[in-house]
């Protein structure tokens, strides 16, 4: 049986991965560099920005002692668009609200840093139906990699088979099937609805609709 939804926060819950993009680009043209839309895409989407400034230091010559200061402009430059773009959504905290009233634990594990997460959750007054909150500065090793589900899973006291994973790229889509739950696939935030996730829950459990 189900017990808990844990939810990829950037492209699922907040629809915040252009904003990610933005504000990396504009730390990097700082220094003449910029991810285009077509790498952002393949490559670099729901990476944490360590992980997406190692790989612009290995295929691209970005200098390894500018990562502390590109990743700290980053920041800056998110929490400025967090601030004027962020707003509560109607869709999530209705399905979000109901779920909880249904019993179901929530949570989020995200590969943004703990600062992002919190800011991005209480601009969206998602904050209050959470039981957990993860971010990339709570395991070793980000998404692909599944550490962060797995610890969600421990920190709720649940096995695998008892949770269903949201999540909409690639990275964590690998991450949450290697943990060994339930996993529902969204393209973006507009998929993550009550009716879109009792379905999916129905169906992962084998009870009608």
Request: glycine share 6%; proline share 3%.
């Amino acid at each position: 049986m189900i017990k808990a939804i844990v939810f990829d926060m950037d492209g699922v819950l907040v629809d915040a991965r252009d904003w990610h993009y933005q504000a990396l680009n504009r730390a990097l043209r700082v220094f003449g560099y910029e991810i285009d839309r077509y790498d952002h895409l393949v490559t670099y989407d729901g990476l944490p920005t360590r992980r997406k400034l190692e790989i612009l230091t290995r295929d691209g010559g970005l200098p390894h002692g500018l990562h502390a200061f590109i990743n700290e402009l980053k920041q800056i430059y998110t929490t400025e668009l967090v601030q004027v773009h962020c707003k509560p959504s109607f869709q999530r905290q209705y399905a979000l609200s109901r779920l909880k009233a249904e019993g179901y634990r929530l949570g989020v594990a995200s590969n943004s840093v703990r600062k992002s997460v919190e800011l991005f959750m209480e601009k969206s007054s998602l904050r209050q139906h959470m039981d957990i909150l993860l971010s990339n500065e709570d395991v070793q090793r980000a998404k692909p990699d599944p550490e962060i589900y797995l610890k969600a899973f421990a920190a709720l006291s649940l096995r695998p088979e008892e949770v269903l994973v949201v999540e909409d790229n690639e990275h964590g889509l690998q991450a949450a099937r290697a943990s060994g739950a339930h996993v529902m696939a969204v393209e973006s935030v507009s998929a993550v609805t009550y009716d879109n996730i009792k379905a999916h829950l129905a169906r992962a459990q084998g009870v009608p609709a």
